[in-house]
């Protein structure tokens, strides 16, 4: 597996990857049972993304990926506390390895506990700065838009939400 991600790992092989990350989600993410989600739904099945996000392999080919579809605009890569950390770390690494670095925030559920008591952490950004939002797996999409409306009360723009599943 080693040598052929090596080989998958440029932007022209991008079709490659998209394979390559599926095969890994259906192997390592996909489980099948009863299950409750985080939005208190029960599912047969469940998608655990922090198997791949996680994953050496799997964090760089999403972070690859993901680098390819932000608009050439965006200032920032931001995601909520725990599932998007990885996505959003992958994705900002990548971007510093294209010569485009990228920051990231990661948005907390609830304000931090002491000191700034802040929602955001990361670098400060311009008002209106220009954020895509990241999600490993979207069932209802309430914590996309948890992230969304954070990022609007911190005054930036959210161009775009990015979901793996």
Sequence with gaps: MNNQFQALSTPKDLPLLRHFLLDLFCKL?????????SSGQRSSYYINGKQVTLHPQG?????????SMLPADTQAVAGLTLGADPIVSAVSIVSALENRPIPGLIIRKQPKGHGTRAYIEGPTLPTGAKVVVLEDVVTTGQSAMKAVDRLKEAGYQVELVIALV
């Design 29 to 37: 993410a996909y489980q099948e049972g009863d299950f409750v989600l």
């Design 59 to 67: 964090a760089l080919a999403i972070g690859r990926l993901l680098f």
